[in-house]
């Protein structure tokens, strides 16, 4: 028989599948689809009442005042904050496997998902220099700064979805390199230009979760083997 588990952990996955595909492709997701979910969330811990579970969905909302704040911040966009809050209550820190996880458990190993496209940066720069394309062609910027711009961006001869992390001041191009409001920040349109990818968090948010399902935490990992 199919344990409540189970059905939480595959709601939760069917959440942020389909949240991601319509983030890639549309950028944006009603509000209305985040109450569908949380709706859910109440119908399953109503039909599937624990009194363990009632403890762990109060010690998973800690998340709540958190993911609430970063998206003020601006750090991610309110989808991604409200993904996190729905989850907490569809799917309580939930995990497969031995090692231990927390209500942060799936925002902090999205966050170390941010390695992925700072490593594909890299990659990518380090194949246009070696093939000396000059993409530094016009920067008056020291070789740290350049190093940092190569980490958070590449330069796009159409760029889409993405932020521009260059400016010109006298004749001279700057790097940019301010944090984006998720929120608030206009993508770039200007052929040729150095961009920061506007990667959609719930990717991360959703690797996160499935990193927390058959791994754990990875942060508790690591300092539990300290």
Not at 196 to 224: A, E
Request: net charge positive; charged share 15%.
């Amino acid at each position: 028989m199919i344990e409540v588990e189970q059905i939480r952990i595959i709601m939760g996955l069917t959440m942020l599948s389909i949240a991601s595909g319509i983030d890639i492709w549309k950028r944006e997701i009603h509000d209305y689809y985040w109450l569908i979910f949380g709706i859910i969330a109440v119908i399953i811990s109503v039909i599937f009442w624990n009194e363990s579970y009632f403890f762990r969905i109060g010690y998973a909302m800690i998340i709540v005042p958190v993911a609430l704040i970063v998206w003020r911040m601006g750090l991610f966009g309110g989808a991604d904050a409200f993904a996190l809050i729905v989850l907490a209550g569809l799917c309580p820190v939930l995990t497969l496997s031995q090692n231990p996880v927390t209500p942060f458990t799936t925002l902090s190993n999205a966050a170390i998902l941010i390695i992925v496209p700072i490593s594909l940066n890299l990659i990518r720069n380090f194949y246009c220099v070696i093939r000396a394309q000059k993409i530094f062609d016009g920067f008056e910027e020291s070789t740290g700064r350049k190093i940092l711009a190569s980490m958070i961006g590449h330069k796009s001869k159409n760029p889409k979805y993405g932020f521009s992390i260059e400016s010109t001041s006298e004749g001279r191009k700057k790097f940019s390199l301010k944090i984006h409001n998720a929120e608030t920040a206009e993508f770039c349109t200007s052929p040729n230009t150095w961009i920061t990818q506007g990667i959609p968090y719930l990717l991360l948010i959703t690797g996160g979760f499935i990193i927390q399902l058959i791994f754990g935490d990875i942060f508790l990992s690591f300092f539990k083997m300290l």
